[in-house]
């Protein structure tokens, strides 16, 4: 059991990427905290795991329910070894179709999330010598693209913010590490083939064959790849990696 004995915590975990990495992460034996903001959703997948998982709601850009999930998972436990900063929001629109809200929720989610969570769960790691941290942005957040502004800043956002936290943390014995998928199967993908067919009347396989095409591959990637990923960077001896946003892609982004 890779990670028998580490705990974990996985934000948006209450389906897609989130719910893939709490189960793959279960798997090798990590105790788990599901957290999101539908309470049924994570629920549900704790459920699923069983006895080693526990689901607590959390809104990532409210610094207050933040604190509450470090005093739950930390009690669930016994400390926290792993924390995937995965909740996540898109939205995909040309600039003067952005509002200051979109671009604000945006941000709140996406970048201000991962900053408070790592800010909350990181010390408690660097005093036991030893953690993972792990923050799912995207290939927005190495390459721009048209009608995604406010999400590649945001993504951009978190890859300059794990660069920076690796850093600061190298001696230390936690690693800090970004994985950058490409078009995942997930509500994420849905939302945006619905956008792209509002706005253009294109049929619905048509969508989705472009955005394949995004990928050397020609396809749309499944969450558990990302999982995988996820969990490989956790391994004990993956302590070398630190500071690297991974793409998963399929070789489209290449760095």
């Not at 992460?25 to 539908?38: D, E």
């Not at 689901?55 to 995937?84: H, K, M, N, W, Y």
């Not at 010390?123 to 290939?139: D, E, F, H, L, Y």
């Not at 951009?156 to 943390?169: P, Y």
């Amino acid at each position: 059991m890779l990670l028998e004995g580490k705990s974990a915590v996985i934000t948006g975990a209450g389906r897609g990427i989130g719910a893939a990495v709490a189960r793959d992460l279960a798997r090798h034996g990590a105790r788990v905290v599901v957290s999101a903001r539908t309470t049924s959703e994570i629920e549900a997948v704790a459920n699923e795991i069983g006895d080693s998982s526990k689901a607590v709601e959390c809104d990532v850009s409210d610094p207050g329910q933040v604190s509450r999930l470090f005093e739950e998972a930390t009690a669930f436990g016994g400390g926290v070894d792993i924390l995937v900063n995965n909740a996540g929001i898109a939205r995909s629109a040309p600039l003067d179709k952005t509002s200051l809200d979109e671009w604000n929720r945006i941000m709140a989610i996406n970048a201000t999330g991962t900053f408070l969570c790592t800010q909350a769960f990181l010390p408690s790691m660097v005093k036991r010598g030893w953690g993972r941290v792990i923050n799912v942005a995207s290939t927005a957040g190495k390459a721009g693209g048209a009608y995604i502004s406010a999400y590649a800043a945001s993504k951009h956002a978190v890859v300059g913010f794990t660069r920076s936290m690796a850093m600061e943390v190298a001696t230390t014995g936690v690693t800090v590490n970004a994985v950058c998928p490409g078009y995942v199967d997930t509500l994420l993908v849905d939302h945006a083939v619905d956008s792209i067919i509002e706005a253009t009347g294109s049929a619905e396989d048509l969508v989705r064959e472009h955005l394949a095409k995004s990928s050397p591959q020609n396809r749309i990637f499944d969450v558990e790849e990302v999982a995988f990923l996820v969990t490989s960077l956790c391994d004990p001896r993956a302590k070398g990696i630190n500071g690297q946003a991974m793409v998963l892609d399929g070789g489209m982004v290449q760095s």
